[in-house]
């Protein structure tokens, strides 16, 4: 079986993928030689996926742990008697 639906398509699934022969069908030895080119390019992008979103957690850990340490400060048009900075 090539596609089960509701899976989604991993590299394992390509490199299993039988096909039924036809007289006159296509040559097995590329099509496997496909099919495995195909697996690498999936196990590929699974891996950069995988990555980018390690990544996009970190950065939205980093930025909420900004948030909540800035939380208080608050920049204001008018300057206050309190204020550090003095225009």
């Not at 596609?3 to 390509?14: D, K």
């Not at 900004?66 to 920049?75: A, F, I, M």
């Amino acid at each position: 079986m090539i596609y089960v639906t509701g899976e989604r398509l991993h590299p394992h699934h390509a490199r299993i993928a039988s096909f039924d022969t036809r007289w006159r069908g296509l040559d097995p030895a590329q099509v496997h030689d496909y099919v495995n080119r195909l697996a690498d390019e999936l196990e590929r992008l699974h891996r950069e996926l995988t990555t980018a979103n390690t990544e996009a957690e970190r950065i939205r850990q980093a930025l909420r742990q900004w948030q909540s340490r800035y939380t208080g400060c608050r920049h204001t048009d008018s300057p206050s008697s309190n204020s550090r900075w003095q225009r």
